[in-house]
């Protein structure tokens, strides 16, 4: 990369810096504090790298990643879509994710079998105080079954379905309401109402 650059911005190459490691363990011991995050990711760890920068990142405001169309749709999905899922809620944690653009298959060489979508990506406000690892938990469990009421879904992670809707009704939330149906407040709302004692 950095002899590419040397070829065809020799202006711009001294500004460059090649860090050769693994994007789900880079942190800021090895780049410092970015602002910004521009990338092309290999599409079968797109959705685990931009988490992983987000998480160790707090630095990065903005963000722009081409991906697998199907990918950018259900990073920008909102609750109700049918494509809203685990990427769309723990990224709306951060902030907001939109799609921007289509990326034809024809600026590709070889043209590739799926179709490509860029998505965008602006921080929002901090959650201090607020348990992260508890509310993506609390995600995980809702959406591994998604099919089932969250009375149900819930049951693993609360300890029963009677604890489960216990713990939906602390936090506002109909027990039968399933987990598509909720933002990231909401699920904010049931991580903290399960951290809470039973009655």
Do not use: C
């Not at 938990?137 to 009421?149: G, L, S, W």
């Amino acid at each position: 990369m950095a002899e590419t650059a040397r070829s065809h911005a020799p202006e711009a190459a001294p500004r460059l810096t090649v860090v050769a490691g693994d994007a789900l363990r880079i942190g800021p011991a090895d780049v410092g504090a970015p602002d910004a995050l521009v990338a092309n990711l290999p599409y079968n760890v797109a959705v685990p790298v931009v988490l992983h920068l987000l998480a160790e990142f707090p630095s990065l405001r903005r963000v722009l990643v081409m991906v697998q169309t199907e990918v950018a749709e259900r990073m920008a999905a909102g609750p109700g879509s049918r494509v809203y899922g685990v990427p769309s809620v723990k990224l709306a944690w951060y902030g907001r994710a939109k799609k921007v653009a289509a990326v034809p298959r024809a600026v590709f060489w070889p043209v590739p079998n799926v179709d490509s979508s860029l998505v965008a990506f602006d921080r929002g406000a901090d959650r201090p105080g607020v348990d992260r690892d508890a509310v993506f938990a609390a995600i995980d469990a809702a959406f591994a079954q998604r099919r089932k009421t969250l009375r149900s879904a819930l049951a693993s992670w609360a300890g029963s379905a009677e604890r489960a809707g216990e713990i939906l009704t602390a936090a506002g939330i109909d027990p039968r309401t399933r987990g598509e149906q909720l933002d990231i407040d909401a699920f904010i709302a049931i991580a903290e109402a399960g951290a809470a004692p039973a009655a």
